[in-house]
């Protein structure tokens, strides 16, 4: 009978713990179920030697991980955060220490253009576009195409036309045979849209007589064609020797 009684005792004992607890779990689920961890922005890229050794010295490995977590920062956890909520110059060291582990990676300078790019606060764009413009200067095959993307960034995004202008001039600079005339034309573009006709009418005939020899006959033909509709006024097309057979 004494076995019984004590016995009784414990499982009473268990039972009542079993209910404080089952009543703290449910009074903490009630203060909690609408709380979520707070965004505290993205987190401060890692030094590059750390970073790879925390991937056993795979760079490969810490490439692809690194441009998951960055595509994934601000919607993880049930939330979504708005791209202009990101602070960008944490979001370029990433790209950055990105590009150092795979500089032949596009997925990375994509990322940039497209989805940071699309940024709804315009000038947090400035380091994205330094980015690109590093990366398109880097010399790696077709590289300079993410330096197109920084040029029509800081004209059409940002409208930054100084600067625009100074990255269609470095685009400019890399032109070589067989490369599309539009890099060299760039400048000429971004001269137009800041209403600098002239300047605009000065590149693109000194393109044509310097390096029209080498050029593709469909791009010569769209550079007088673009002189002669664009640049040039009615009574000056009629006057200008480019501009004779253009209707």
């Not at 919607?75 to 590009?99: C, H, K, P, Q």
């Not at 947090?124 to 300079?144: F, H, Q």
């Not at 920084?150 to 269609?168: C, H, K, Q, S």
Request: net charge negative; charged share 20%; glycine share 6%.
């Amino acid at each position: 009978m004494k076995l019984y009684s004590q016995t009784f005792k414990d499982h009473k004992i268990v039972f009542i713990f079993f209910l404080f607890f089952l009543i703290c779990q449910g009074f903490f689920s009630t203060k909690i179920q609408y709380e979520r961890a707070s965004w505290s922005n993205v987190p401060k890229a890692p030094a590059r030697t750390a970073y790879v050794l925390s991937f056993l010295g795979d760079e490969a490995l810490a490439h692809r991980v690194l441009s998951n977590l960055l595509q994934n920062f601000g919607g993880s956890g049930g939330r979504f955060v708005a791209i202009s909520d990101y602070d960008m110059d944490t979001v370029s060291e990433w790209l950055f220490l990105g590009n150092s582990l795979d500089p032949k990676s596009e997925y990375l300078p994509f990322l940039a253009a497209y989805f940071f790019g699309a940024s709804q606060d315009k000038e947090k764009l400035r380091p994205i576009i330094a980015y690109l413009e590093e990366v398109g200067v880097s010399g790696g095959k077709e590289k300079w195409r993410w330096l197109v993307q920084a040029v029509i960034l800081a004209r059409f995004e940002l409208e930054d036309t100084d600067l625009a202008l100074r990255l269609a001039n470095k685009l400019a600079s890399l032109w070589r045979p067989g490369m599309p005339a539009m890099m060299m034309q760039m400048p000429a573009f971004v001269q137009l849209g800041m209403g600098e006709k002239e300047a605009s009418y000065q590149i693109m005939t000194e393109l044509l007589r310097e390096e029209g020899d080498k050029m593709h006959p469909n791009e010569v033909n769209f550079m007088v064609d673009y002189i002669c509709t664009r640049l040039l006024t009615p009574t000056q097309k009629e006057s200008d020797p480019l501009c004779i057979d253009v209707p």
